[in-house]
């Protein structure tokens, strides 16, 4: 304080500007550290982290050696909305970390998720059978519902509209690589605008989705006598001189062309 009476801060010493260097946002994973420190179980609760994706990034949760839960960012107002709908949903708190689960990344990266460990206990069987078998369907590659009811040994396809819907782990299980059964995209899951990003990020066709909206449900080559779904690796190889249009596989065995063995057509 100075002969006036106000008071004149003083220079900091030594020790205070030393302090006063340390403060700064707690790191990433501090939260999870504490709580393995203090020894709270690990099955008491799962970490999550954001990566980057498509769609405004993915929120990913995992719990001690499985994938537990994920919401693409658009789909979420902020971490604290992923945080309590997944509480909601499987009872646990998710904890914010910055180590993913081993191969997470890699999965993302590459679009090929069928390795990684995915926890779902809460899903029918019906609707786990119907998720992996949308697991198989491989990065820039549609596949109609029909196809999926098909792979899963499902009756028909409204088990699998119901697994589309109730998928908690969107991307992973990629369900934008599904469409009805006439080739429209089936964004049953993530929207319309979010589906086509994530299409759009693995190179699909829109021409050769378009092929299958004006009534295309395969396509043959009139080389091979082979005919595939249109976004089959096999069927965009097929020059457009050689592509013969089917609209269904009865025709195209009529025609005498026989079922690719990598896209495997429904028969029917």
């Keep these: 304080m ?7 801060p003083q220079p900091e010493s030594g020790v205070e500007a030393a302090l006063a260097g340390l403060m700064g946002p707690a790191p990433g994973d501090f939260a999870a550290r504490v709580l393995h420190r203090v020894g709270i179980p690990r099955d008491r609760y799962d970490l999550y982290l954001h990566l980057d994706a498509p769609a405004g990034g993915l929120y990913v949760a995992y719990g001690t050696d499985a994938v537990t839960g994920a919401a693409l960012g658009t789909a979420l107002s902020g971490p604290q909305a992923f945080e309590e709908a997944h509480r909601a949903r499987t009872g646990r708190s998710a904890i914010p970390t910055t180590r993913p689960l081993p191969g997470l990344r890699t999965a993302l990266r590459t679009g090929r998720a069928r390795g990684l460990a995915i926890d779902l206990p ?8 119907a998720l992996d078998a949308v697991r198989t369907i491989p990065r820039g590659q549609l596949r109609p519902l029909a196809w999926v009811a098909r792979e899963a040994a499902l009756p028909d396809s409204a088990a699998v509209t119901a697994a589309l819907v109730a998928n908690p782990v969107p991307l992973l299980i990629p369900c934008h690589r599904v469409t009805f059964d006439d080739g429209g ?15 759009r990020a693995e190179g699909v066709d829109e021409a050769l989705v378009g092929l299958s909206r004006a009534g295309t449900v395969f396509l043959g080559s009139d080389t091979t006598r082979i005919y595939c779904h249109p976004t089959c690796a096999h069927a965009r ?32």
Excluded at 2 to 8: D, F, L, P, S, V
Excluded at 122 to 129: C, H, N, Q
Excluded at 185 to 199: F, H, K, S
Excluded at 242 to 249: E, G, I, T
């Design 2 to 8: 100075n002969r006036g009476g106000k008071w004149t």
């Design 237 to 268: 190889r097929i020059t457009p001189v050689h592509q013969v249009p089917f609209r269904s596989a009865r025709d195209a065995r009529a025609a005498g062309y026989r079922a690719c063995k990598s896209c495997r057509p429904i028969a029917a």
């Design 185 to 199: 995209p089936c964004d049953l899951r993530y929207g319309p605008i979010a589906g086509e990003a994530l299409r």
């Design 122 to 129: 809460e899903l029918t069987e019906a609707e786990r059978a």
